[in-house]
């Protein structure tokens, strides 16, 4: 990695109660198992207590050598994006609209086949992912909130798209347990080198929100629930026979990894086989994870966060057998889409992670060494709130800004 970065200063600084509000909340955003080529459990991970993360407060270095070009505008709460072989990208908005764009020209009319969604708060219409396979069996897959304020879910569906339209709309899995309110729902969809996909899934949302008789939070930490998880499916929706607790009695055997709050970002490095992610904290303490298999990553038992209405939710910031993240944000700067830059058309930030930040309205480039301990970070400001970043199959690096009237955007080093 080439670096022109300043090291992250160590530290935590307080966010007020609206500040962290704001951050996570959308209120303000109108087949058989296969043999599997899995990420590997990394050498020299940060997964025990003396491995201390890295502490980010509101002093990063601001990157001044990049240039930022709006390339189309007038999408809605736009979420995630797409490519599709022939260079068509694919665009959802919340409320529910699929969108394609064409020689960076948006298509006026909506794609068909979308079915309705629950589009309240941080819900609806949320990630788009083509499948790997899709030049032959013409899949999309899609993650979605379905029900209503009393009890809802999410969902992942996949589709056939022939180019103008979606048909044969098919769930092929949903949270295990319904959920009131309109928080957490994740959910981004990460596909591995054997053609499974991951799926990151909330963990249901703060309090007082409350599933059976306790805090629904504390369900990152059940493994018969699938709220705070990531799980792995075959791409039909069933489960890869190699999944951790597969055969288990006492764990749900989707589940990939656990004691998640919000993950909104997820990333494959294909030269290393590691997986890296996203996660909302609470007040302050988001974090940037290294995500091993069958890993348990604390929340809400282990946290940097605060409550929003103050005080401690715990008072631990690592334990034996909790995998301590990577960095932690405090503030918050509410990281949602995440990519990890392989290509080497912009040298300068080959193997650099990049992370949106919606509070903080900006990208942060994360530089790692070659055992993956993050050695810099700097702010790459965009003035809009991120939701999405993605490496294009060119190598050029797109966002996408959650706004009513959003804009795909793409940046590029000057230097």
């Known amino acids: 990695m080439k670096t022109n970065i300043t090291r992250l200063i160590a530290g935590t600084l307080s966010a007020t109660i609206l500040y962290a509000l704001v951050a996570c909340s959308s209120t303000n955003n109108s087949s058989s198992a296969q043999s599997t080529s899995e990420p590997s459990t990394p050498q020299n991970s940060n997964s025990s207590p003396s491995n201390n993360p890295l502490l980010s407060d509101s002093n990063v270095a601001v990157a001044k050598n990049f240039k930022a070009t709006t390339v189309l505008e007038g999408l809605e709460r736009p979420w995630s994006m797409a490519w599709l072989p022939d260079g068509a990208m694919l665009i959802t908005e919340r409320p529910g609209r699929l969108r394609i764009v064409r020689n960076q020209t948006l298509d006026p009319n ?42 809802n879910r999410t969902r992942v569906a996949r589709a056939t798209f022939d180019g103008s339209t979606l048909k044969n709309w098919r769930v092929i899995f949903e949270v295990s347990q319904t959920k009131p309110g309109g928080q957490h729902f994740g959910s981004r969809i990460l596909w591995l080198p054997d053609n499974t996909m991951l799926v990151a899934i909330g963990d249901g949302g703060n309090p007082p929100t409350q599933l059976d008789g306790d805090l629904i939070r504390k369900q990152a930490q059940n493994l018969n629930s ?15 026979k190699n999944n951790p607790f597969v055969g288990s009695d006492n764990a749900d055997a989707t589940i990939w990894s656990y004691g998640h709050r919000n993950i909104q970002g997820i990333t494959f490095d294909s030269a290393t086989n590691r997986l890296w992610s996203t996660e909302h904290g609470s007040r302050g303490g988001d974090e940037l994870n290294l995500v091993e298999k069958g890993k348990n990553y604390g929340w809400p038992v282990v946290t940097h966060s605060k409550e929003y209405t103050g005080g401690e939710i715990s008072s631990k910031r690592s334990q034996p057998g909790m995998i301590d993240p990577k960095v932690v944000w405090t503030p918050a700067i509410a990281p949602s889409g995440l990519a990890f830059y392989s290509r080497k058309r912009f040298g300068a930030w080959q193997g650099d992670l990049f992370a949106g930040g919606l509070i903080s309205r900006d990208i942060r480039r994360i530089d790692l060494d070659a055992n993956n301990n993050v050695v810099g970070e700097e702010s790459i400001p965009i003035g809009r709130r991120v939701r999405d970043v993605r490496q294009s199959p060119d190598g050029r690096i797109y966002i996408l800004t959650d706004e009513q009237n959003g804009q795909l955007i793409s940046i590029e080093p000057t230097n």
Do not use: W
Not at 119 to 132: F, R, T, Y
Not at 227 to 240: A, E, T
């Open 110 to 151: 909506p794609i068909a086949g979308v079915p309705e969604v629950f589009a309240v708060n941080q819900g609806g219409l949320m990630d788009v992912s083509v499948h790997p396979n899709f030049q032959k069996n013409r899949l999309v897959y899609f993650t979605y909130s379905h029900g209503n304020s009393q009890a």
């Open 226 to 240: 699938h709220l705070g998880k990531v799980v792995r499916l075959n791409d039909d929706g069933s489960i890869p």
